[in-house]
């Protein structure tokens, strides 16, 4: 009778054992799953971004080092490198892949189907291909937008009422980023209506910047800088050579801005990894990426520096300077 009662429990184990699933079998103690996470700057200079990601996700209950590791990557803007390291990532088996920047983001897509992908920010998702549609992602990929391209209007816009007399921009910019081309659209659209001329410069790599500047004398203004880690990463040359050339400069990063540039107006991207984190924590808890919806910036920055103006010699009407988010004497 013992030994009866002893066959028909092992059955009941072997049985539940076969008849637990997957994903049940991830949730179990000791099983600590692990983030990719692949930076387009270096770590110092997205450190911010970087930790307000790290640190929602301890809110969220995910400690790194103790139920959740992470592997970090960065692309250093040499995004060549971006299908190496994914493929890196995926030969690691990591259970999600958080990046941003057009060109890893299109790099993480190519490199798996499989392996869960989220962008902390994107400029178009829907323009660049990367998602069927801002509702419903579909495939192994969400995240969320920055709308970098729909306020390159307004951008323009800032600075042509700070700057008296702005006829000529110069627009300096990543060619080889897929979203380019729209941004530069968006922004031309905007200067037209408002009388301006444009020139497009093209910037590549920090190597290209001093060039850029010299070709840039006397035909033009102002300066608008695309938002890539590119100009992100060398923003402190682009503003020395800016206010070296009296050119004032509009961007979408805060950082830019925070720098010496003359003023910004964009999303606030610490917000934006912040909320990549949330994405995760649904992911590691079982939601499909093809069901989470892109999210759109909930917040976003103008930054006015006062001393940059100063030093150009121009002044901000006193209501601008009120409705900023940031102003920097």
């Known amino acids: 009778m013992l030994d009866l009662r002893r066959r028909k429990l092992i059955l009941l184990i072997g049985g539940g054992a076969i008849a637990c699933p997957l994903g049940a079998l991830a949730q179990q103690p000791g099983k600590r799953p692990t983030i990719g996470f692949l930076g387009a700057n270096s770590p110092a200079v997205q450190a911010h971004w970087t930790e307000a990601f790290v640190q929602r996700l301890r809110e969220l209950g995910w400690i790194e080092g103790r ?13 060549e490198r971006a299908p190496e390291i994914i493929a890196e990532l995926v030969r690691l088996k990591v ?80 060619g080889q980023i897929a979203n380019t081309a ?14 301006i001329e444009v020139a497009t410069f093209d910037i590549r790599r920090a190597e290209d910047i001093a060039p850029a500047f010299d070709a840039i004398k006397g035909r033009a ?66 939601a499909k990426p093809a069901d989470i919806p892109i999210e759109q910036p909930t917040k976003f920055d103008l930054v006015i520096n006062l001393k940059t103006a100063k030093t150009l010699g121009l002044e901000f009407h006193p209501q601008l300077l009120a409705t900023a988010d940031e102003v920097i004497e």
């Open 67 to 79: 139920n959740v590791a992470i592997e970090y990557r960065w692309a250093e803007t040499r995004f």
């Open 95 to 174: 259970d999600v892949i958080v990046t941003h920047a057009t060109a890893n983001v299109v790099a993480a897509k190519q490199g798996t189907s499989v392996i869960p992908i989220v962008f902390a920010a994107q400029a178009d998702p829907v323009g660049t291909g990367l998602v069927a549609s801002l509702a419903r992602p579909g495939g192994n990929i969400t995240g969320l937008s920055n709308q970098f391209i729909d306020a390159a209007g307004k951008r323009v816009e800032l600075l042509h009422e700070l700057v008296p007399g702005l006829r000529r921009l110069a627009i300096l910019a990543n």
């Open 182 to 195: 729209l941004e530069i659209d968006e922004a031309t659209a905007a200067a037209r209506t408002l009388g």
């Open 221 to 286: 203004e102002g300066v608008y800088v695309f938002g890539d880690p590119v100009t992100n990463t060398n923003r402190i040359l682009i503003n020395t050579l800016a206010l070296g050339a009296r050119l004032p400069t509009v961007a979408g990063f805060r950082e830019h801005a925070e720098a010496g540039g003359l003023i910004s107006y964009g999303a606030n991207l610490q917000d934006q990894f912040r909320r990549a984190a949330d994405l995760v924590d649904k992911i590691l808890r079982g």
